[in-house]
């Protein structure tokens, strides 16, 4: 698959852009055997926007790997700037910290901002890494289940699971893994609970640059004085400029208690983003517009043809259509596939999605499936996926795909 410079139409090399990926060192090509098509984490296949790879080649060609400023000196003001032109937030830039990852920004905010025992509400499904994270700093999971008909929030579930040693929520917006974009009132729910409770709100916005035509995605910060005030929205260039492995990530931190909690840390304990890193995302900031739009425009033919596919040769599987990102997060209940789905389609399709199980409340009879691939390829993947489902065990009063 090859994107043209600068915002040329989306074209596809098919199936012989296997050779290309499969000699890829990222871990999507590297942990199956060859004869597995992956699908499951969230890097794209097609080929990063030019304007990154040419920021990165630039420093190669100038051997300019020394101590470097430069880049990450002028990343708040630019995050502000794309946050203005795109989503009509002016975040203030000296209330911009870097981070090398979104998810060390969000586990930094966590561990600064809450106490060991302290609840952390999860709006399940959602990103595995959360659950690592909030119980790996000692914290307590609690669960709020998203209602499975359209994954919409449901506020008065959301007030019930609040309890007394409450302290945070944690979400992405949009969401990942169902794609939602959460509505004003979705939006507005979470803050005047969070405002009634205190909560310190995470607001990861990783997807926020790649939704789909006739969604917007509003970020949480916007929604009212205090919401800005309590939230720490964590972002990056990494998931619509596909540049992962770079490592540079953006909080703004509108908390001014957790603020000056992290400007007190020891020197050095957080490490510091790299060259390349803040190159590539100040590069997708100022120079990626015209690249995104195209990109964007085929992930959106992308989900449409996966959509028109499933509900023709597998209306047994469930699919919302997402609002946003490029993953389709697919329920398979109706087959009887095991304890893990995604190892039966593994064994029998041999198609790495991601596996349900690992996304908590409503992750269980459902796969995750990356969509941000070839035309060509995503036909395979669904190719193998029907040869596979058709003759696999059914269950015995299935509740028909939950398709909207
Ligand atoms: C919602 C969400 N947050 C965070 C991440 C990971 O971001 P990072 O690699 O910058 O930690 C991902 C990756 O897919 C994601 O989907």
């Not at 509505?183 to 916005?205: K, P, Y």
Request: aromatic share 8%; charged share 20%; hydrophobic share 40%.
């Amino acid at each position: 698959m090859t994107i043209e410079k600068d915002g040329g139409r989306a074209g596809s090399k098919g199936l012989s852009d296997l050779e290309r990926l499969r000699g890829l060192t990222c871990i999507k090509w590297t942990r199956y055997p060859s004869d597995v098509i992956p699908a499951w984490v969230a890097d794209m296949d097609l080929p990063p926007a030019p304007v990154t790879v040419d920021a990165v080649d630039a420093l190669v060609q100038r051997g300019d790997f020394g101590y470097n400023m430069l880049a990450t000196s002028r990343l708040p003001e630019v995050f502000s700037q794309w946050q203005s032109r795109r989503h009509d937030w002016e975040p203030d830039a000296r209330c911009v910290r870097l981070f090398c990852d979104v998810m060390q920004g969000m586990a930094v905010s966590l561990w600064l901002g809450t106490e060991p025992g302290d609840g952390v509400v999860l709006l399940t499904p959602t990103y595995p890494p959360f659950f690592s994270t909030i119980e790996g700093t000692g914290r307590r999971v609690v669960e709020c289940p998203l209602d499975p008909d359209g994954w919409r929030l449901d506020p008065e579930r959301l007030a019930s699971v609040v309890d007394e040693g409450t302290r945070a929520i944690v979400f992405c917006n949009p969401h990942n893994p169902t794609g939602r974009v959460f509505d004003a009132s979705e939006l507005t729910a979470i803050a005047s609970i969070a405002e009634r409770h205190d909560l310190l709100v995470l607001s990861d916005e990783i997807w926020g640059d790649l939704v789909h035509p006739g969604a917007v995605h509003v970020p949480f910060a916007l929604v009212s004085d205090d919401a800005a005030r309590r939230t720490v929205t964590v972002t990056a260039a990494s998931k619509a400029f596909n540049v992962a492995g770079l490592h540079c990530a953006v909080a703004h931190v509108g908390h001014a208690a957790l603020r000056k909690k992290m400007n007190d840390l020891p020197p050095h304990v957080l490490g510091a983003v790299g060259t390349p890193g803040a190159e590539a995302t100040l590069a997708a900031w100022t120079r990626g517009e015209p690249w995104l739009g195209t990109t964007r425009q085929y992930l959106t033919e992308a989900r449409d043809h996966v959509a028109a596919r499933l509900s023709t040769e597998l209306p047994q599987v469930g699919f919302t259509v997402p609002d946003a990102t490029y993953l389709a997060w697919l329920d398979v209940h109706d087959y009887s596939l095991g304890e893990d789905p995604a190892a039966w389609l593994l064994e029998h399709a041999r198609v790495a999605l991601s596996s349900g199980n690992d996304f908590g409340v409503h992750g269980e009879g459902f796969v995750r499936m990356n969509m941000a691939t070839s035309m060509e390829i995503l036909d395979l993947i669904i190719d193998r996926m029907v040869a596979a489902l058709t003759d696999a065990p059914r269950v015995a009063n299935p509740r028909g795909g939950g398709r909207t």
